[in-house]
């Protein structure tokens, strides 16, 4: 690898996504040793699977740039997105339990992600024990995000919308992205099975949204205009 090659590396070190991800808290001489296991660099194309249910576990993914959706496939066949997965999150914790992935991780765009391998984990967390914290932290996260939508499941159709929209625009911003116009990733036919909806009523709660002034939709891109109306929906 030449210099330059080296100089312009995304490391863990200079990954802007190093506060958000699995290098929090640590020292940078224990982010140099997460940095030896980590395999980095890794790029899919829209469609292409980060991993697919039943697969053995391979290792917990780290998204670095794209989006993915995370799929459960119930016993009848019939596939549920979980949820929206943004730069800097981590997904894969399912397969520690029976070294198997319940869910399926495919990508929404172009993906780049980092991969913590399976049989680096153990390893890891001995030699950096507050690394068993981040990855706790990440799990957490991810089943209260779940335990949320379980929540407004049961809500009528705008507040759902409006709740994943500004859920949306909240992990954006923490990111470092903005937090008023961004893509929301799913086609409405996906955002309807994300949110138990059927098609029409996305799309016509959607253009409410738009002629109340709440929301500008492009495609999948999505301005939000006036928060405060967006938040009363969800507060009630």
């Known amino acids: 690898m030449?210099?330059?090659?080296?100089?312009?590396?995304v490391t863990c070190h200079n990954c802007g996504f190093s506060t958000v991800c699995f290098p929090r808290g640590l020292t940078r001489e224990e982010v140099s040793q997460l940095e030896d296991v980590v395999e980095r660099r890794k790029v899919l194309r829209?469609?292409?699977?980060?991993?697919?249910?039943?697969?053995?576990?391979?290792?917990?993914?780290?998204?670095?740039?794209?989006?993915a959706k995370l799929i459960y496939q119930?016993?009848?066949?019939?596939?549920?997105?979980?949820?929206?997965?943004?730069?800097?999150?981590?997904?894969?914790?399912?397969?520690l339990a029976d070294n198997r992935y319940r869910c399926s991780a495919q990508a929404l765009d172009t993906v780049s992600y980092c991969e913590l391998p399976a049989r680096e984990i153990s390893r890891?967390?001995?030699?950096?024990?507050?690394?068993?914290?981040?990855?706790?932290?990440?799990?957490?996260?991810a089943i209260t995000s779940q335990c949320d939508q379980t929540v407004f499941i049961k809500k009528p159709a705008e507040e759902r919308l409006a709740a994943f929209l500004l859920d949306l625009s909240r992990r954006y911003a923490f990111r470092g992205f903005s937090g008023e116009e961004f893509s929301i990733g799913l086609t409405r036919q996906e955002l309807g099975n994300h949110l138990d909806l059927a098609l029409a009523t996305v799309s016509r709660t959607l253009k409410?949204?738009?002629?109340?002034?709440?929301?500008?939709?492009?495609?999948?891109?999505?301005?939000i205009l006036d928060r405060d109306a967006l938040s009363r929906l969800v507060s009630g």
């Open 208 to 223: 409410q949204f738009e002629r109340e002034g709440w929301i500008e939709l492009d495609g999948k891109r999505v301005r």
């Open 46 to 67: 829209k469609g292409e699977f980060l991993f697919r249910a039943a697969d053995p576990f391979h290792g917990l993914i780290a998204i670095k740039s794209g989006t």
């Open 2 to 9: 030449t210099t330059l090659h080296k100089k312009l590396e």
């Open 124 to 141: 890891i967390c001995f030699r950096i024990p507050k690394m068993l914290g981040e990855m706790l932290r990440h799990a957490s996260d």
């Open 74 to 95: 119930d016993e009848q066949g019939e596939e549920h997105i979980l949820q929206v997965l943004l730069p800097g999150e981590v997904v894969g914790f399912d397969a």
